[in-house]
């Protein structure tokens, strides 16, 4: 069985892009969460995961013999073990697509990566407020994403077709940034976000991410308690 490690589902992007691929796509596979810390080179998790993966970075996918330490390796990988399930889209120009826009989302992005980390339990829709206003890159790296999503074939598809591809699944977490920072979208592109957010396993992911009820100081730039701004409170 494919073993999977990623980091806290609260959060770690990169560990959720094949975490949903796997659980979507219906891929049986045993997980293992090595906890965050301060990623301090003599940490718990570098100690962890550096008998996996020399980058020391979450996901790895463990497979027999072999080791996949990238998250678009991963799911390349996947892909190619599992043809039958169709993970990028059948069709030239499709796939094509696909496969830019997974590209894209894996290198580029920086100011909405830096100014808005994934934090799934939280609500901090004051500071998106406050980052709007202040960080014209971040409105440029919105804008962009906004158009990504607003090209989608139909206004009822996934980002490449009919069909749930890698695509999609590398755009998850940033539908989940949305969620918890409250940044403005297009129509088109909040119709996009509530489809990834209804599917069974973004739904598992984010009431995983929940339970852990775990506070990690390096990954909390807006809080300084586990209690404040939480959803609901």
Known sequence: MYQLFIGNKNY??????????????????????????DFEPDSQFKTEILKLNPTGKVPVLVNGELTVWDSLAICEYIAEQHPELELWPQEKASRARARCISAEMHSSFQSLRN???????????????????????????????????????????????????????????VVMRFECYQLPLSASSQAYAQKILSLASVQQWIAEAKQEQMFVPFDEPYRQHHEEFLKGE
């Open 115 to 173: 100014l808005c980390p994934m934090n799934v339990e939280a609500d901090l829709a004051h500071i998106g407020k406050q980052l709007w206003a202040e960080q014209p890159q971040l409105q440029a790296d919105v804008a962009r994403i906004d158009q990504i999503w607003s090209q989608r074939p139909n206004a009822d598809s996934f980002l490449c077709g009919d069909a749930f591809s890698i695509a999609d699944a590398f755009y998850a977490p």
């Open 12 to 37: 770690s992007t990169w560990s959720m892009r094949p975490w949903i691929l796997f659980t979507q796509a219906g891929i049986a596979f045993q997980e293992h969460v090595i906890q965050f810390d």
